[in-house]
């Protein structure tokens, strides 16, 4: 039997004065939104992965303040994520300049904005993030231990 093995991904919600920031990337052809999010690359932490989508995305240099929640979602029979989504809180609106070219655009959207575009969301999953960080429900980033990360290399040195 082939070991489960789901993409492991980070996403951040990222709110000011009522607004989130969102990216429009094309998925197959179709105009889609999203919250900066992304895949975790090796020897990275799930904290440094996501603010360096978040930056990649939007161009906002970010640190992730707290951590929404952790999510399972099969997007098909052959495609599954683990999402850890985190959370941050500006105190203005930064001007988002995508440095990543398969972004068309970053821009500040507000709930009902989104809301309204949910038959592009790029899954269940955006507004599920959004509500959940509206009830403030919110784990510090510390939950997740990062400290043996490079172990193995470590142990091989």
Same mark, same amino acid.
């Given at each position: ?21 969102? *990216? ?35 161009? *906002? ?64 999953? *955006? ?31």
């Amino acid at each position: 039997m082939e070991r489960y093995k789901p993409n492991v991904t980070v996403a951040c919600v990222i709110a000011c004065e009522d607004k989130y920031l969102m *990216v429009e990337e094309l998925i197959d052809g179709k105009l889609t939104y999203n919250q900066p999010a992304g895949h975790l690359e090796a020897h990275e932490s799930l904290t440094q992965a996501c603010a360096r989508e978040v930056l990649e995305e939007t161009g *906002v240099a970010i640190k992730p303040q707290s951590l929404i929640k952790i999510y399972q979602f099969q997007a098909n029979e052959d495609l599954a994520f683990l999402r850890f989504t985190y959370a941050c809180a500006l105190d203005e609106l930064l001007t988002p300049t995508p440095q990543d070219n398969a972004i068309c655009r970053a821009l500040w959207m507000t709930l009902d904005e989104i809301e309204q575009r949910k038959p592009q969301l790029r899954s269940p999953l *955006v507004l599920q993030c959004i509500h959940d960080y509206r009830q403030g429900k919110l784990f510090s980033t510390d939950v997740v231990n990062s400290q043996f990360l490079l172990l193995a290399q470590s142990h091989n040195a």
